[in-house]
T-cell receptor, first 115, second 114 residues
Framework: DGGITQSPKYLFRKEGQNVTLSCEQN?????MYWYRQDPGQGLRLIYY???????QKGDIAEGYSVSREKKESFPLTVTSAQKNPTAFYLC??????????????FGSGTRLTVV | GENVEQHPSTLSVQEGDSAVIKCTYSDSASNYFPWYKQELGKGPQLIIDIRSNVGEKKDQRIAVTLNKTAKHFSLHITETQPEDSAVYFCAAYVRGGSNYKLTFGKGTLLTVNP
């Protein structure tokens, strides 16, 4: 079955460390997205990518970085510049960024905690 | 800017009652409106969607209605069950420059009391 896989499910980061969250999809989707979710909050877009080797900043990109070297993979790095990284991170994919007629498929999320 | 408003933010109902969640959007070009259900600690799952060429869609106990003139759409859950308890998000495609991206409402926490 096709799907989108995030790992790890739980991640702990020390102050000043960079950490990388993995997102892999086998849906043959072109577009991929990273969202941040805080308790009681909606989904805030961090970065998105339309095609391989291309990505764009979302609404809250500061302190984060991404890469898109393969169509299937869109890892997110939370850098030490992100002052409040504790949150639930969701990765999603869709057929095409410009197609406004299909929904997103979400992964199961990674909960990041700063210790 | 273009956004999606969702109400209420919390909703508590008794098992067997109906639940209604409403959303409004501002981009008249939006033509696809999905609803997602998110259980605690999990990612959102698509439960139903509607396209702008229809006014209503039903799937068992879940239905969605769309009023394009008024720019609002609603999720209706009938005969609610405790397992319907979750956060529900509506969404609509909104133009951002030359691209369309799904914009989500802030979510509704639905609690179904046994």
């Amino acid at each position: 079955d096709g799907g989108i896989t995030q790992s790890p499910k739980y991640l702990f980061r020390k102050e000043g460390q960079n950490v990388t969250l993995s997102c892999e999809q086998n849906l043959n989707h072109d577009a991929m997205y990273w969202y941040r979710q805080d308790p009681g909050q909606g989904l805030r877009l961090i970065y998105y990518s339309q095609i391989v080797n291309d990505f764009q900043k979302g609404d809250i990109a500061e302190g984060y970085s991404v890469s898109r070297e393969k169509k299937e993979s869109f890892p997110l790095t939370v850098t030490s510049a992100q002052k409040n990284p504790t949150a639930f991170y969701l990765c999603a994919s869709s057929r095409e960024l410009l197609q406004s007629n299909y929904g997103y498929t979400f992964g199961s999320g990674t909960r990041l905690t700063v210790v | 800017g273009e956004n999606v408003e969702q109400h209420p933010s919390t909703l508590s109902v008794q098992e067997g009652d109906s639940a209604v969640i409403k959303c409004t959007y501002s981009d008249s070009a939006s033509n696809y409106f999905p609803w997602y259900k998110q259980e605690l600690g999990k990612g959102p799952q698509l439960i139903i969607d509607i396209r702008s060429n229809v006014g209503e869609k039903k799937d068992q106990r879940i239905a969605v209605t769309l009023n394009k003139t008024a720019k609002h759409f609603s999720l209706h859950i009938t005969e609610t069950q405790p397992e319907d308890s979750a956060v529900y998000f509506c969404a609509a495609y909104v133009r951002g420059g030359s691209n369309y991206k799904l914009t989500f409402g802030k979510g509704t926490l639905l609690t179904v009391n046994p």
